[in-house]
Nanobody
Framework: VQLQASGGGLLQPGGSLRLSCAVS??????????MGWYRQAPGKQRESVAR???????NYADSVKGRSTISRDNAEKTVYLQIDGLKPEDTAVYFC??????????WGQGTQVTVSS
């Protein structure tokens, strides 16, 4: 299973971020996966940003709650993350994550997001 993330780059404070992560499985298998986004800032531990379970449950970190949306397109086998009102503290490497019903966990390669004027 491969996860290919895209998006990110250098963004301005107050702007918006949209990340995509495509998963190399069938649409049916993708629909059974719990998907999520994590991030790791320099010198800090990796933290969960948002999760979208196969059953439709959503979970957001307090740091992005109210300005972030995670979504998924099962037919396209892709999960998205949008963060509005970007802050410098959103700067991090963002990783997509997939968890199967069997308990296998997969990670994308990470994409750098830098929020700076």
């Amino acid at each position: 299973v491969q996860l290919q993330a895209s998006g990110g780059g250098l963004l301005q404070p107050g702007g918006s971020l949209r990340l995509s992560c495509a998963v190399s499985v069938t649409p049916f298998v993708f629909s059974t996966m719990d998907m999520g986004w994590y991030r790791q800032a320099p010198g800090k531990q990796r933290e969960s940003v948002a999760r979208f379970s196969s059953g439709g449950s959503l979970n957001y970190a307090d740091s992005v709650k109210g300005r972030s949306t995670i979504s998924r397109d099962n037919a396209e086998k892709t999960v998205y993350l949008q963060i509005d009102g970007l802050k410098p503290e959103d700067t991090a490497v963002y990783f997509c994550n997939a968890l199967t019903r069997s308990g296998y966990e997969y990670w994308g390669q990470g994409t750098q997001v830098t929020v700076s004027s």
